[in-house]
């Protein structure tokens, strides 16, 4: 895709959300402020959509949902390591006094990939290369680590007492282990999954859901006995099911692998438990999502890129055209006891647990399985987003459409309408999400409820008043049949 005809596909995707009410920067009619976004009442039903299916994919035998605090004590985050370590590298220019990050300024200026170089590296890239100011050419300053949490100050204490919004949704199912546990079958492993907001005090937001400062994130930290985790009942099952993977190895010249869970065991001594989840979330995308193989990839991160907790860390990469390519919406982190030990640590207070069944005490251990909902919604919007001769729309999988049904009469008048309004309540009543519309030609509303991603629509015309049937119009196809009302509901579902 060229640059031009990606500006283009963004442009065009950003004005049908902003006009339709999927979404719009938030306080727009005071200037907005960067890295914050309101989803409309379409990208709510959508956002819905995904987290319901989420949710229904992820949460399996044994993993409960919680719903914890966005704002969460310092403790928590000294502990964590977020107030130390959850920093990003600023620059500064030194006429206009721009700030921006230094890595993504590398990163766009070089073509080459700079997160997670330190901040020496950074100015020695730019001092080399004699990068300036991308706004007024200026010199620029020495980069400096900057820290991403949100401070907030809490009741009549105000700066005595300090708390934090929550960067992750991650440290609550970890502060509410130990009780959880108890409360279960005080068996492992078991998850505990929260969709959540997070919040980072971001430098340089930017290419929309790509980088905010208030995003969702739907988690599920599964906590195990490390003992297992070269353990999985369903191997059998998934030993030859071929992974999509991009190596640190394969970078160069950007390949991908095609790799059954058993040679990617053997090969690339991943383990059992690690790859379960592996092709779990490549099925979540390819046969939930719809997504079409070639625009996946499961993405290795080198030890300089994850965080030195992460024994095993690879992102899923969906390519994005109207962003410029393959880019990180989800990814699989086993950080080890990291967590559990650091909170049993800070907070004193014990987390190991006894498992009766194994006659032993363990502090488990945790697979993470990090999904930014907001980057997932876009890559629906980019990935589904289609333009043909006569119209644009979004050619949504039904499943995550948030219109399933447009209705529509032929004209107001004979009593068309009040059929019409008659067989929407219907369908809304049977659970299906369908929506009345009168106005404009027949032409303009299928043009409409295309643009939406609506994949049906239903026309009652003279022909219903006379015979009982309405005629129902497929998005992608734009085929007609004639259908009973009486069948209407089972034949769209
Ligand atoms: N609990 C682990 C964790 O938070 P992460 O890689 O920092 O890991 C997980 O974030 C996911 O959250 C990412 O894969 C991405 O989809 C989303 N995410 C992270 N930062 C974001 C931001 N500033 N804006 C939107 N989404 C973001």
Same mark, same amino acid.
């Given at each position: 895709m060229t640059a031009q005809a990606k500006v283009d596909k963004l442009k065009e995707i950003t004005n049908i959300a902003e006009k339709r009410g999927i979404f719009f920067p938030t306080a727009e009619i005071y200037g907005g402020k960067a890295g914050f976004y309101t989803y409309g009442h379409l990208g709510k039903l959508l956002k819905n959509r995904f987290e319901n299916l989420w949710r229904s994919y992820f949460l399996e035998e044994n993993f409960w949902e919680i719903e914890g605090n966005s704002i969460l004590p310092s403790q928590v985050f000294e502990a964590s390591g977020h107030l130390k370590n959850f920093n990003d590298p600023l620059t500064e220019c030194k006429s206009c006094h721009f700030r921006f990050r230094a890595d993504q300024f590398v990163e766009d200026a070089l073509k080459i990939k700079a997160e997670g170089l330190s901040i020496e590296d950074l100015d020695k890239l730019i001092k080399e290369n004699k990068l300036k100011c991308p706004r007024c050419g200026g010199q620029l300053t020495k980069a400096e680590w900057f820290n991403m949490m949100f401070p907030i100050t809490i009741g009549a204490a105000g700066s005595k007492d300090i708390s934090y919004l929550s960067p992750e949704t991650a440290q609550n199912p970890y502060l509410s282990f130990k009780r959880e546990f108890e409360a279960l079958r005080?068996?492992?492993p078991f998850g505990l999954a929260m969709i959540g907001k997070a919040f980072r005090n971001e430098i340089s937001p930017r290419q929309l859901f790509f980088r905010l400062r208030e995003f969702t994130q739907a988690e599920v930290q599964i906590f195990f =006995? %490390?003992?297992?985790? =070269?353990?999985?009942?369903?191997w059998k099952k998934i030993s030859s099911y071929k992974l999509l993977l991009q190596s640190v190895k394969d970078r160069k010249g950007d390949k991908v692998q095609e790799i059954s869970c058993e040679d990617a065991n053997k090969k /690339?001594? /991943? %383990?059992k438990m690690y790859l379960y989840y592996m092709q779990k979330m490549q099925r979540f995308y390819l046969e939930e999502l719809k997504i079409p193989k070639k625009d996946f990839r499961f993405y290795e991160l080198s030890e300089e890129e994850?965080?030195?907790?992460?024994?095993y860390h690879w992102d899923v990469y969906l390519n994005l055209e109207a962003l410029g390519g393959f880019k990180e919406v989800a990814g699989l982190h086993y950080r080890g006891d990291y967590d559990l030990g650091a909170h049993q640590k800070h907070s004193k207070k014990e987390l190991a647990v006894f498992l009766e069944e194994k006659k032993k005490k363990v502090l488990p251990h945790v697979l993470e399985l990090s999904f930014g909902v907001d980057r997932n919604i876009f890559a629906l919007l980019d990935i589904f987003f289609r333009v043909e001769k006569e119209r644009n729309l979004f050619a949504f999988p039904s499943s995550l459409a948030p219109i399933e049904v447009g209705v529509f009469p032929l004209v107001r008048k004979d009593g068309l309408a009040e059929k019409a309004q008659t067989v929407n309540d219907e369908l809304c009543k049977v659970g299906i999400r369908s929506f009345y519309d009168e106005d404009g030609s027949i032409g303009r509303r299928y043009r409409r409820v295309d643009e939406i991603g609506t994949p049906f629509a239903v026309t009652i015309d003279y022909d219903t008043m006379k015979d009982g049937t309405v005629t129902v119009r497929e998005r992608d196809s734009m085929k007609q049949k004639r259908v009973k009302i009486a069948e209407l509901a089972k034949s769209l579902k």
């Open positions: 005080k068996k492992l =006995d %490390p003992e297992e985790i =070269d353990a999985c009942t369903e /690339l001594k /991943l %383990p994850r965080a030195f907790y992460n024994k």
